[in-house]
């Protein structure tokens, strides 16, 4: 059972988890053949199914939390399974990554999603075991809120909006400086 303070917070995020998967729906329906047509891109399929899997995973453990008397720990647990499931798939789409030339991007988004949903099942566990420990509910709502962050950025990038961040940025001043010409570099002289 979850105490009373935390009520809120899960209401609203149930709310808000389902009104984006709708509107990951609604984005993916405007052209569907471009995320899973035939001829649609490895990153597209990663990013709408990475996008997917996080806001369900956030919406269903919400819906959960709020019916009273269930157990919470077994239920969050047991919604780990398939998103650990989904993100393991991703790696179906490594032959693809690597033609794209997406493979870093791909394995990174792997990683951080399998580390989410992996320390999420130890937290169903660890509530399951004991119910009344706050401190593991308080880290299960701050994992709710990293998978927010990869379902909003990848649903963003499906959408076709540039990657934001300090590595997108830190990369695209490498590629930058890469395009300089040894003319580019040389510091400007004083003019007289």
Do not use: C
């Amino acid at each position: 059972m979850i105490p009373a303070q935390f009520d809120s917070f899960l209401a609203t995020s149930a709310t808000v988890s389902s009104a984006l998967i709708g509107l990951l729906f609604v984005s993916i329906s405007i052209a569907p053949e471009r995320v899973f047509g035939p001829t649609s891109d490895a990153a597209r399929q990663a990013q709408a199914l990475s996008a997917f899997s996080a806001l369900a995973n956030i919406f269903f453990i919400s819906i959960a939390s709020l019916i009273p008397k269930v157990p919470f720990g077994p239920v969050v647990t047991v919604i780990a399974i398939p998103s650990t499931l989904q993100t393991l798939g991703l790696l179906l789409l490594l032959p693809h990554w690597r033609a794209q030339g997406a493979v870093r991007r791909g394995l990174v988004l792997f990683l951080v999603s399998l580390l989410i949903y992996g320390y999420e099942f130890a937290i169903g566990i660890r509530i399951w075991i004991a119910p009344s420990d706050t401190g593991a509910l308080v880290a299960l709502l701050e994992l709710l809120l990293g998978a927010y962050a990869i379902g909003l950025g990848r649903a963003w990038e499906l959408l076709g909006a540039p990657r934001l961040g300090w590595f997108g940025l830190l990369t695209a001043a490498v590629r930058r400086e890469r395009r300089r010409t040894p003319e580019d570099r040389q510091p400007p002289t004083a003019k007289l």
